[in-house]
């Protein structure tokens, strides 16, 4: 019946979508080849590189206001040898990770509860989303006077601005546990603690982990942004103390550490993710 | 060995069926409210199912059948008349009863193995007796190199094999089935219809199937209720007394043309 007349037709589909990837591929040739996506950022960087280091050089920016990028490379090499800068990686680190991990918790266990509850969900769901209307770095100042000029303000600071993507996504994946798989469950007389254990909570946990991806990058801001408002410690607080003193060209190279910092801590939950959630991009199906 | 060629398990109303059969449904009622109307998913509908025998609903989409598997499986309370499953009442959790969906429903994080044995945990019981029959069941439907394997892994076919070995792990004595196969393509599907009926020509299971599919249900069943929509009731029963073992054969036979023009026929009603 069916078979018959869609059989051929596949036949004929599947050379035409190998030259269409042979198309592709003749395309890309022309913009770079296989090493494109390697050499293209490369060049960017030379340029907009050199072109800062000439236009600096020239004294169209004065270099209080744009270090020169020679400047900022040896301030790099410079610090790198320090100890002290070293102590300040080592505390913005520990305040995000800190943050993160607390921040993370608090959000999945509240959202677990407000998913699992008619009450909770109706009755803290409309505070939560009214306390994410508050922007939270405004609440650094507040945390300082309650936590002190230590890295606890830090790690509050860090939680507070974390927490709401871990829980919104910890929410829609318990929502959105598959249905046919619950019914099934039930009808084989599985509990609630079943259904949760074994079905909902890694089909959230899945969901879960882009929350905890995009609450790191928050929390190094809630971090630095604590250390901005009072802090003796830390690479936001080495940023500040830098730019007072008008040494901006190590300012800067703080800066391309804190690029690499927060890339690293990104970098490093992604691995997590492919180690735990081995079966990403699979449902229950 | 029962004979399945003679229709003694024939047309047998709810009301003189005594302890014979394995599932009994008596003037079942199912009512859904919409915001705007309520909708009879199905009205007055009766039929048994007896020990031993693969029984199929077919009928045309919204007739209900998948509404009533679900009231006998005991996940949904009918609204009016009564459900029995061996005698008592139906509910969830029966030891009893296996269950096979049209999706396989098979976890992604757990492997094949793992996912067959999920019925051993949810009834609570150790696990380990359970992989030795599990195993022995992804023998039966051709999964022996999968046990390991995840899900995502396995194409279509393989999936509902995986499903079909978790539907006979805890060797239930009644098999619930809702549109197992639907999904899959036309060759997949044949190949398997055959393969369940070669399975419960050797284990001989009470079976309640749901198709809209006539010629699945023909291939697998001894007997077919026809379900009809608006609201869902049933219009007919077809003894499907062809010979068994079930074989590809069998579709271009005479008598395989007759009986797929009787269901036709009460379909059309």
């Known amino acids: 019946m069916r078979t018959t007349s869609s059989t051929p037709i596949e036949f004929e589909t599947e050379p035409n979508g190998r030259q269409l990837e042979g198309g592709d591929a003749a395309y890309a040739a022309t913009r770079g080849g296989r090493y494109g996506k390697f050499i293209w950022p490369v060049v960017v960087f030379v340029l907009v590189v050199g072109a800062g280091e000439t236009l600096t050089r020239a004294e169209v920016f004065n270099r209080f206001i744009l270090p020169r990028p020679s400047a900022i490379a040896s301030a790099m090499v410079e610090l790198a040898g320090e100890s002290f800068f070293w102590d300040a990686v080592r505390v913005t680190v520990l305040e995000t990770t800190a943050g993160w991990a607390l921040g993370s918790i608090v959000g999945f266990i509240l959202g677990a509860a407000i998913a699992s509850s008619t009450v909770l969900r109706q009755g803290l769901y409309p505070y939560v989303v009214l306390f994410q209307g508050l922007p939270k770095v405004a609440l650094a100042p507040v945390f300082v006077v309650w936590f002190g000029f230590g890295i606890s303000s830090k790690i509050v600071m860090a939680a507070a601005i974390c927490f709401f993507p871990l829980l919104v996504n910890t929410i829609s994946g318990l929502d959105s546990v598959n249905a046919d798989a619950k019914s099934f469950m039930e009808a084989y007389g599985a509990s609630k603690r079943h259904v949760f254990m074994k079905l909902s909570l890694p089909e959230a946990l899945t969901s879960a982990f882009a929350g905890l991806k995009t609450g790191m990058s928050f929390a190094l801001v809630g971090a630095i942004v604590g250390e901005f408002v009072g802090a003796q410690e830390g690479m936001g607080s080495l940023i500040a103390t830098f730019n007072f003193g008008l040494q901006v060209d190590s300012a800067f190279a703080v800066l391309v550490y804190l690029t690499l910092v927060g890339l690293i801590l990104y970098l490093a939950i992604e691995w997590l993710e492919q180690k735990i959630i081995f079966w990403r991009g699979h449902g229950v199906a | ?269």
């Not at chain 2, 269950?99 to 429903?105: D, E, G, H, K, V």
């Not at chain 2, 030795?132 to 046990?147: F, I, M, T």
């Not at chain 2, 009809?228 to 069998?250: F, S, W």
Request: neutral net charge.
């Open chain 2, 1 to 269: 060995m029962r004979d399945l060629t003679s229709p003694a398990v024939g047309k047998t109303s709810p009301a003189e069926a005594g302890s014979a059969h394995s599932i009994g449904v008596a003037h079942v009622g199912k009512r859904y409210r919409t915001e705007t109307r309520t909708v009879d998913a199905v009205r007055d509908v009766s039929f048994v199912v007896n020990r031993g025998e693969f029984v199929s609903l077919v009928g045309p989409s919204g007739c209900g059948k998948s509404t009533l598997l679900k009231m006998v499986a005991g996940i949904l309370p009918p609204d009016a008349g009564t459900i029995t499953v061996l005698g008592q009442k139906a509910r969830p959790g029966r030891r009893e009863v296996g269950l096979m969906f049209q999706t396989s429903i098979l976890f992604p994080w757990r492997n094949v193995l793992k996912n067959v044995i999920l019925p051993f945990e949810l009834f609570g019981e150790n696990t380990d007796e359970g992989k030795h029959k599990a195993l022995e069941l992804l023998r039966l439907v051709g999964l022996e190199d999968c046990a390991d394997i995840y899900p995502w892994e396995l194409s279509g076919g393989m999936r509902q094999r995986a499903s079909l070995a978790r539907l006979l792990v805890t060797e239930p004595d009644i098999l619930l089935m809702d549109e197992p196969l639907a999904a899959l393509d036309e060759l997949t599907r044949e190949r398997l219809e055959f393969e369940i009926a070669r399975i419960q020509e050797k284990l001989k299971k009470t079976a309640l199937y749901v198709t809209h599919d006539i010629k699945e249900a023909l291939i697998l069943s001894d007997r077919i209720v026809v379900l009809q929509t608006n609201p869902g009731r049933v219009t007919g029963e077809v003894v499907a007394d062809l010979p068994r073992p079930r074989r590809p054969e069998l579709i271009d036979s005479d008598e395989f043309a007759h009986k797929l023009k009787e269901v036709r026929d009460l379909l059309r009603l």
